[in-house]
């Protein structure tokens, strides 16, 4: 490959990458500042637990930020989501091929940041893929998958070059009837950030937002080392099972993979990361990490990454500033060219990031 990505060679699907509250920092920390303390609080949005972690100086400030922070993930739900009744997402979908919808300049945020990563990603990226994930069930108690009929008559549906928006009218437009929007691979990572946002508005420094993975993380740790993120092995991920380690100072970190949502069929794994050109399944990689400026960069590029495998997708990412990525696909990784591994830690790998 042309770019300046690194592989080795591995024998298991890896990178599932997993910073639960009790993961932050997990080695043994210095001290922190003495006039900051660490509190901690789960949230559900999304359909997925948040779990936000501050250092500031007093319980008091810690509620109140919590309390901004519930109300504003509440609120982006409420207009974001693909299943609350009144939600932006079910009016532009409901009025396909009809007309245009006035949404929120939140919603028109995040769609027109998905219709620019679908066309620099040719399409990898596409938030009008709702119709053919209806098609499948990836509850493992009662799979569904599509046939090859009901694909042929769905994928046509299918089109982000279909979706218009008019900035200066507030509008979403999906031109065809039938057509649906799914921002599932977008409105977890802006909300990450959103909840981000509201830490740093009240003059917290250190901090970490975790939303199912999405994961944002407020500068270094307050002793100024760097954040530790480990990654799991998805084969056996029980407590500790890291296979590799990321130092990083500040940013967003967001892993797909295909054990997340995925059911096996005559040997063939059917998951949820849909390659929008064919309606199945994305073949080119088993486990995406993006690291990126934002929850909701990452969140989009790891997707897509999926979809394109990794020559493509580290090309992709090494045209892309401040971003960098490990890929696990076909019994190898691949990292980019600002991850630096590190030598002489065992069994775990251990990478931090370039200085730029």
Known sequence: MDCAARKLYAAVAILALL????????????????ELKEFK?????????????????????????FSEVRNELQRLEGILSAHQPGSDVIAISA??????????????????????YAHITQGAFDITVAPVLRLYNFDTNNPVRPSVRELERTLPLVDWRKVHVDEAQGTVF??????????GGVAK????????????KNGVEFGSVNAGGDIRLLGPKPDGNPWRVGIKDPVNPGANNWFAIVEVRGGALVTSGDYERAFVEDGVRW???????????????????????????????STALFVLGPEKGLELVESLPETEALIWARGEVFWSSGLIPQEGRGDVFYFTVKDK
Not at 42 to 64: F, G, N, Q, R, W
Not at 271 to 289: K, M, N, Q, R
């Open 271 to 301: 998951h949820h990361i849909i390659d929008p050109a064919s309606g199945l399944p994305a073949s080119g990689a088993s486990s995406v990490t993006v690291l990126a400026p934002t929850a909701e960069i990452a969140d989009i590029l």
């Open 19 to 34: 910073l639960s509250p009790g993961c932050l920092g997990f080695h043994s920390r210095q001290q922190q500042p003495a």
């Open 95 to 116: 009025a396909a091929g009809k007309e245009p919808v006035k949404v929120s300049p939140e919603t028109l945020h995040v769609v027109q940041t998905a219709l620019q």
């Open 189 to 200: 990572g802006y909300i990450t950030d959103a909840a981000a946002e509201i830490l740093l």
């Open 174 to 183: 999906l031109s065809a009837e039938g057509m649906e929007l799914d921002l």
């Open 41 to 65: 609080e789960t949230v559900i949005a999304m359909d997925t637990l948040v779990t936000i972690a501050l250092y500031v100086p007093s319980e008091e400030k810690a509620h109140k930020v």
